[in-house]
């Protein structure tokens, strides 16, 4: 059984800091590369940034550059989104994806998806 579990969500202040984490199973997790993604209310699901199955590529949107990184553990089968200088902006349920063949900022192109972990972010 495929899952994708984030963990690590919750309120932080502005400027603040969080680690989000996403524990996959049930499938070869090291051959699939991995994203983040995020929806804030009545938006769509945005791109956030993805990682190549062997951790040796990563991509952010412009956005988040310089405050987010993204990185993964294949020993661990754990993605992770180490989120600093949080701004009120980045407020939305962020989810973690997987992909067997691309590492793209479109949501169609990912196989498995995991039920979110709600990030608020208040001034």
């Known amino acids: 059984q495929v899952q994708l579990v984030e963990s690590g969500g919750g309120l932080v202040q502005a400027g603040g800091s969080l680690r989000l984490s996403c524990a996959a199973s049930?499938?070869?997790?090291?051959?699939?590369?991995l994203a983040w993604f995020r929806q804030a209310p009545g938006k769509p699901r945005n791109f956030v940034g993805a990682?190549?199955?062997?951790?040796?590529?990563?991509s952010l949107v412009d956005s988040v550059k310089g405050r987010f990184a993204i990185s993964r553990d294949n020993a661990q089968n754990t993605l992770y989104l180490e989120m600093n200088s949080l701004k009120v902006d980045d407020t939305a349920v962020y989810y973690c994806?997987?992909?067997?063949?691309?590492?793209?900022?479109?949501?169609?192109?990912?196989?498995?998806w995991g039920q979110g972990t709600p990030v608020t972010v208040s001034s």
């Open positions: 994806a997987a992909s067997r063949y691309s590492i793209s900022s479109s949501p169609m192109d990912y196989n498995y």
């Open positions: 049930g499938f070869i997790v090291r051959s699939y590369n």
């Open positions: 990682i190549t199955s062997n951790g040796g590529s990563t």
